[in-house]
């Protein structure tokens, strides 16, 4: 047996799965990708990311499934035997949501019950999950403590990840499984998600096509980049919660870069990365969207000594040079 452990990753062929998934392979861990592979976007990429995984040559397998059949998640738990599971399969996208809500409650919120009911049946030490800054809202406290209430999503995207902070809880209060839930915020980067705004410029600009910019362009957002979240992920996983006699061992933590950015600052920064002027269409306030995200960070400061710290410039500048490669973009 793998002395590092074995680790379950479901959206294992997604931005933050593939990356996480890279990581733990490199440090040794036995790890089992599962993802359906769905057209949300490009299969291409997923397809690319997968090969990528299966060339480092490590202990690594994946499984083309889908959450939302519970046949296939008892059996995968009970063949490979995760320690730990890492559950970021899920159907992402607050404009999406607003028109396809179907595929989200098959996802979000059936295939995440079923994850829950594995590792009631198939013990983890550990079951790590991905929740989102959209569970915030639109509420004008600033930063967004996971103190503060959460009781009025604006999205569908944002009421499932709500929904599985509650199942979560529960499973953990009733079976003891424990459970840690991660809002993230904004996650950018290399082989990152085409819906994605900045991977959508980014397109764009190359193309010479418009970019469309909403509310026109009066909006924060607490960009984070993929390798901050995925430091924070493995220091997390390592550590399950425990039970206390105050206390059920479920935990939920913030992860952002905790300084704010507007959105024609971050478009600026990845104009000058791309090497090319946007042509702007200026609109108003989408439905479900937010006008700002900020993380407060404190717990996770707290508890592992840990904050994210990759500049946006920096950041930027290493997807842009992916993004350049990838699609063979001349600069």
């Not at 490199?26 to 993802?35: A, K, N, T, W």
């Not at 639109?138 to 996971?146: G, I, L, M, R």
């Not at 061992?249 to 704010?260: F, K």
């Amino acid at each position: 047996m793998n002395q590092k452990g074995k680790i379950l990753v479901t959206g294992g062929a997604g931005f933050i799965g593939y990356h996480l998934s890279k990581r733990l392979i490199r440090e040794g861990f036995s790890v089992c990708g599962l993802d359906n592979m769905n057209d949300y976007y490009s299969p291409k990429l997923k397809e690319d990311r997968i090969s990528g995984l299966k060339e480092m040559g490590g202990d690594y397998s994946f499984v083309k499934g889908d959450l939302a059949d519970k046949e296939t998640v008892d059996r995968l738990f009970n063949t490979f035997h995760p320690d730990t599971a890492v559950n970021l399969a899920a159907q992402a996208g607050v404009r999406y949501s607003i028109d396809h809500p179907a595929s989200y409650i098959q996802s979000n919120i059936v295939g995440f019950f079923h994850i829950l009911e594995a590792c009631r049946h198939f013990p983890v030490s550990h079951l790590v999950f991905a929740s989102s800054s959209s569970v915030y809202g639109s509420q004008k406290k600033v930063p967004f403590s996971v103190d503060d209430p959460v009781d009025h999503p604006i999205s569908l995207y944002a009421a499932t990840k709500k929904s599985d902070e509650l199942m979560a809880y529960t499973y953990a209060h009733l079976y003891g499984i424990p459970s840690t839930g991660l809002r993230f915020f904004t996650v950018y980067g290399p082989f990152g998600r085409p819906d994605m705004a900045y991977f959508s410029f980014a397109g764009k600009m190359v193309r010479g096509e418009p970019i469309r910019i909403f509310n026109h362009g009066d909006m924060q957002r607490d960009f984070t980049y993929i390798d901050d979240i995925i430091e924070g992920i493995m220091r997390i996983q390592a550590c399950p919660p425990e039970k206390t006699e105050d206390s059920d061992p479920y935990r939920i933590y913030n992860i952002g870069n905790n300084h704010p950015v507007r959105l024609m600052d971050f478009i600026h920064i990845l104009e000058k990365e791309m090497g090319c002027t946007a042509e702007k269409e200026y609109l108003p306030m989408q439905p479900g969207d937010v006008y700002q995200t900020y993380a407060d960070i404190s717990a996770l400061q707290r508890d592992f000594g840990f904050a994210p710290n990759t500049p946006l410039e920096e950041g930027l500048r290493r997807f842009a040079r992916w993004y350049k490669s990838y699609y063979h973009v001349e600069s």
